[in-house]
T-cell receptor, first 113, second 116 residues
Framework: DVKVTQSSRYLVKRTGEKVFLECVQD?????MFWYRQDPGLGLRLIYF???????EKGDIPEGYSVSREKKERFSLILESASTNQTSMYLC????????????FGPGTRLTVL | DQQVKQNSPSLSVQEGRISILNCDYT??????FLWYKKYPAEGPTFLIS?????DKNEDGRFTVFLNKSAKHLSLHIVPSQPGDSAVYFC???????????????FGQGTILTVHP
C-alpha cells in the first residue's frame, strides 16, 4: 500500500511568513506533485518533480517554490505567505512511466491571516 | 483556460438509483482519463480510469464511458449507495511521451449526495 504523509493537517500562518509544507512517500515513486484545491476550481498543479533535485513548474507556480533533496521527500515553500494562498494543499506521488494513477496524501488545510 | 470541465457542481440521487457524473474536455492530446473520489478532510483516491483507445471500462458498480468525438466522459454508479457521497473529480493526462511525467489536469469536481 502506498503511503503518502503530509507534515500537518491544519496550519495557520500570518501574512508575510515563510511556510514549509512537507510530503513524504514510502513507495519509491519517482514523480511527486503539489496541488492546491479551491472550491469551484478543482485541483490545480503548482509544481512537480520527476527526480531528486529536478523540478518543473505547474500551472500556478507564482508565490511558491519546491525542494526535493531526497527521493521520498518533496517540500512546498511559500516564500512570503499571502491571504490568497489560503487553501487545501495536496501532495501526490506516481511511479514513472505507464498508465498508473497518482496517489494522494491527506492534505494540509492552510489558513493565512 | 479550463481544459477539463465538470459543469454540474452537485448531484443528488436516491439510494439504489443510478448516478451519472459528466466531464467534458477540450484538448484532443489527452489520451488517458481518470476519476477520483474525495471525502472531506481526506486526499482524493483513485476510482477508475479509461484509455482513449477504449470507449468503456467497468469495475463493479462503476463504469466510465468515453465519447472521443464529443470529447465527453461520464461515470455511472449503479446502484448508488450513501457511502458514495463525496466529491468526484475527473482528470485527464496528455500523451505520456516526452516530458509529460503523467501530469494530470483536473475538473472542478461534482459533489454527489446519495440519500437513503
Amino acid at each position: 500500500d502506498v503511503k503518502v504523509t503530509q507534515s500537518s493537517r491544519y496550519l495557520v500562518k500570518r501574512t508575510g511568513e515563510k511556510v514549509f509544507l512537507e510530503c513524504v512517500q514510502d513507495m519509491d515513486h519517482e514523480n511527486m506533485f503539489w496541488y492546491r484545491q479551491d472550491p469551484g476550481l478543482g485541483l490545480r498543479l503548482i509544481y512537480f518533480s520527476y527526480d531528486v533535485k529536478m523540478k518543473e513548474k505547474g500551472d500556478i507556480p507564482e508565490g511558491y517554490s519546491v525542494s526535493r533533496e531526497k527521493k521520498e521527500r518533496f517540500s512546498l515553500i511559500l516564500e512570503s505567505a499571502s491571504t490568497n494562498q489560503t487553501s487545501m494543499y495536496l501532495c501526490a506521488t506516481k511511479r514513472a512511466g505507464g498508465h498508473n494513477e497518482q496517489f494522494f496524501g491527506p492534505g494540509t488545510r492552510l489558513t493565512v491571516l | 483556460d479550463q481544459q477539463v470541465k465538470q459543469n454540474s457542481p452537485s448531484l443528488s440521487v436516491q439510494e439504489g438509483r443510478i448516478s451519472i457524473l459528466n466531464c467534458d474536455y477540450t484538448n484532443s492530446m489527452f489520451d488517458y482519463f481518470l476519476w477520483y473520489k474525495k471525502y472531506p478532510a481526506e486526499g482524493p483516491t483513485f476510482l477508475i480510469s479509461i484509455s482513449s483507445i477504449k470507449d468503456k471500462n467497468e469495475d463493479g458498480r462503476f463504469t466510465v464511458f468515453l465519447n472521443k468525438s464529443a470529447k465527453h466522459l461520464s461515470l455511472h454508479i449503479v446502484p448508488s449507495q450513501p457511502g458514495d457521497s463525496a466529491v468526484y473529480f475527473c482528470a485527464a493526462r496528455r500523451n505520456a511521451g516526452g516530458t509529460s511525467y503523467g501530469k494530470l489536469t483536473f475538473g472542478q469536481g461534482t459533489i454527489l449526495t446519495v440519500h437513503p
